[in-house]
């Protein structure tokens, strides 16, 4: 027989794995909404139920998975009308409204929800371990056409190139979002994330921000540059988002409201 193979251009930590928010978003990056039909809405609700539940059986230290409070800032009281109607009722979870007087944010509401944290550092790493643990091998290998793909004895090959298929495959359909991430030193006493800033919706170009604890730093998002391929960073984009996140927190500090609710 044939053992399992994984043939890589590169393996953690320089993987672009390692530098992800790392957030349970399968709705992100979705482009061309016109294409979706019936059957792929009910195909593509399944896979989220299915990939929702086998991390949840990684949470613990092992895997790097955690949950957490996320708060969104708001001055809408029906911004906790339920998430993304594309994903199923059993992944999108509770969403609380918390009134003036339950939070420490500057706006009128904040919308309370519980996510899962994935630790990049941590997950791959043990990913890798448990994969050469039960006698998977690694190869570090760059394949430049298809070709290169009828050299491998493997009878079964398993395309998870990503963005390399637009090259290897032809498939000039692919798009990249591009991200970028900014990460401050870690806090320790920082164990909620953030949705949004404020004064604008999330999903607004100057609305789309994020804050994200780990254990290897406090993240802060984000962007999502369409057909942009550069990995050089957008010092702009870098600008908006800490600028953002300045005035998010800055707001906390001058806040009178009771944070009993809420970490401080």
């Not at 870098?238 to 009178?256: A, D, K, Y």
């Amino acid at each position: 027989g044939f053992e399992t193979t994984i043939y890589a251009a590169a393996v953690p930590p320089e993987t672009t794995s390692n530098m992800a928010l790392a957030g349970f978003t399968p709705t992100s990056g979705l482009v061309d909404l016109s294409s979706r039909t019936p059957e792929w809405d009910a195909q593509f609700r399944r896979a989220v139920e299915i990939g929702y539940r086998q991390w949840q059986l990684l949470v613990g230290p092992h895997w790097g998975v955690t949950w957490l409070d996320n708060f969104s800032p708001t001055d809408d009281d029906r911004a906790a009308g339920g998430g993304n109607p594309l994903l199923p009722d059993t992944v999108r979870g509770a969403r609380e409204l918390l009134g003036p007087g339950e939070h420490p944010f500057p706006t009128r509401y904040a919308v309370r929800r519980q996510e899962m944290r994935y630790e990049p550092s941590i997950f791959l790493d043990a990913a890798v371990r448990d994969f050469l643990l039960f006698g998977g091998k690694i190869v570090v290998r760059r394949f430049s056409s298809a070709a290169d793909l009828a050299t491998l004895a493997e009878p079964v090959i398993v395309n998870c190139t990503g963005l390399g298929s637009r090259d290897l495959v032809g498939d000039t359909a692919l798009t990249p979002l591009k991200g970028q991430l900014t990460v401050l030193i870690p806090q320790a006493e920082i164990h909620y994330s953030t949705t949004g800033g404020l004064g604008t919706q999330p999903n607004t170009p100057g609305g789309f921000v994020h804050m994200m604890p780990r254990t290897d730093g406090i993240v802060l998002g984000g962007t999502s540059e369409r057909d942009v391929w550069t990995l050089e960073p957008n010092e702009s984009e870098r600008t908006r988002v800490i600028e953002r996140h300045i005035e998010l927190f800055g707001s906390l500090r001058t806040s009178r409201l009771p944070t009993s609710r809420l970490p401080t």
